[in-house]
């Protein structure tokens, strides 16, 4: 005679699914959402975060032309992301500490990089990791910058200073066992650490969907003991707002926090070639287009006659002209040989590093 069960497990699993709504300040449709904290942003603020916007996506634009040129290194197109990014950089202040993934070079010339040196970075020479930035070079291996965020949030701790350590991933990063070391380390000690996942549908080629069958990425924080939500990440304000109140309430002695934003990379995954039309459709991308952050802050901004088109196409232009100075500037430094990155390899160079460098100095020479 069968008994019923202690347990009821697909009960549990439906639960998994009743997930708060994200968090919107302005819709799809530049519908104002939350008018108490709308109003809490001044024009000029407001102005301010479209310019940022732009700016991203300009430097996205002649950035990718120079890649196609040969004139840069590795690159990861953010298109589509600027409101995540900017909005979440612009809450945080100079004396916090970023640890960039290599899709963040845009938040980390805003955070004091120029963008000569992010140009550096790219190609792989030295002087792309000697930026004035509180931060370290932007991590390549997926979900490390996680651990490397708890370890300097130990530090700011033990310091007692005012700062946060704030880091970036994307929705393929969660599935990496250093997101969740870095996350439940910081978790044990109330580190004052901010992770930021950035859900941008893809690692590389693989949807979402197919990577974890968590319902959302925030509960993967929940183990971990850390507070977390999902914003709209294509709507700047709720990014900019979600992570102020994140950082705040970090430095409170509270522990640290993740914040899931919903967003899309509208390209290729990097500059190295991979075609997104190989794994994603048309009809599956085009309402992403249709939430684009710029088109949302555009109608809110025109509708105040804060903003018009011929004031747009000047900044793009100007900030276009911008980073064609700062490819110059990336351009006129003599480009680094294989020996001198061997020689920094190590302190004291071994016998087999000794042989190396002497075989490459002999080829370089002639």
């Not at 439906?14 to 008018?35: F, G, R, T, Y």
């Not at 899931?260 to 509208?266: A, I, M, P």
Request: charged share 25%; with cysteine; hydrophobic share 40%.
């Amino acid at each position: 005679m069968a008994s019923k069960s202690i347990v009821d497990f697909a009960k549990i699993k439906e639960d998994l699914s009743d997930l708060p709504k994200q968090i919107q300040v302005v819709d799809e449709n530049a519908k104002i959402i939350d008018q108490d904290v709308f109003k809490s942003f001044s024009d000029d603020q407001l102005v301010e975060f479209m310019k940022k916007m732009v700016w991203e996506r300009a430097l996205h634009e002649q950035t990718m032309n120079f890649s196609r040129q040969g004139r840069m290194g590795f690159y990861a197109p953010t298109a589509g992301e600027e409101a995540t990014e900017m909005g979440t950089v612009m809450a945080m202040e100079k004396q916090d500490y970023l640890l960039p993934a290599y899709r963040d070079i845009p938040q980390l010339i805003q955070h004091g990089a120029t963008v000569t040196e992010a140009y550096w970075w790219s190609r792989g020479h030295v002087r792309g990791n000697e930026f004035s930035a509180r931060a370290l070079m932007p991590q390549i291996i997926i979900g490390a910058a996680y651990l490397e965020t708890a370890g300097v949030a130990m530090g700011l701790k033990k310091n007692g200073e005012d700062a946060i350590a704030f880091t970036y991933t994307g929705d393929g990063g969660t599935s990496q066992g250093d997101s969740y070391e870095g996350m439940n380390f910081a978790g044990a000690y109330q580190l004052p650490a901010l992770f930021i996942v950035q859900n941008n549908g893809y690692a590389i080629s693989t949807p979402r969907k197919k990577q974890t069958a968590a319902v959302a990425l925030t509960q993967k924080a929940i183990a971990a003991g850390i507070p977390s939500v999902q914003v709209d990440g294509m709507d700047i304000l709720a990014c900019y707002s979600v992570a102020k109140a994140a950082r705040e309430y970090i430095l409170a002695g509270n522990g640290p926090v993740m914040i899931e934003t919903l967003t899309n990379r509208y390209g290729a995954h990097s500059s190295a070639g991979d075609d997104p039309s190989r794994y994603r459709t048309k009809e599956e991308q085009q309402p992403w287009l249709d939430r684009d952050p710029l088109i949302r802050m555009r109608k809110i901004l025109t509708d105040k006659n804060l903003w018009s088109q011929e004031q747009e196409d000047k900044l793009v232009e100007e900030y276009k002209n911008s980073f064609k100075e700062a490819i110059k500037e990336a351009d006129a430094v003599e480009p680094e040989k294989v020996s001198d990155m061997l020689k920094r390899t190590f302190e004291v160079p071994t016998p087999e590093l000794k042989a190396e460098i002497a075989e490459f100095e002999e080829k370089e020479s002639k």
